[in-house]
């Protein structure tokens, strides 16, 4: 599906479009990842409290990215790389 609505349209959007539409498809992944970072920083007595601060950060940004989206969004950003990758060649 990717890959024909990049080769008809091609002309139509910018590898910038696709990058913020890869990033947004992709947020719910993120947010997964992040939270089980975050996890683990809490674990960890060494972790600094800049460290925590910035993944907290990072997860919250990520979060209100996702309450956009509509649910049940079947993406990952890592499969169709190579297609994007590929379509912009």
Same mark, same amino acid.
């Given at each position: 599906?990717a ?10 959007? $910018?590898? $910038? ?22 996890? !683990? ?25 996702t ?21 912009? !060649?």
């Open positions: 599906m890959h024909n609505l990049l080769t008809q349209h091609s002309r139509e959007f $910018g590898m $910038g479009e696709l990058m913020k539409a890869v990033n947004m498809l992709d947020a719910p992944r993120r947010v997964r990842a992040l939270e089980k970072k975050m996890a !683990r920083l809490e674990q960890q007595a060494t972790t600094k409290a800049e460290t925590k601060k910035k993944v907290k950060q990072q997860l919250h940004d990520v979060k209100l990215l309450a956009q989206l509509p649910q049940d969004v079947p993406f990952s950003g890592v499969l169709y790389s190579s297609t994007f990758i590929f379509w912009y !060649r």
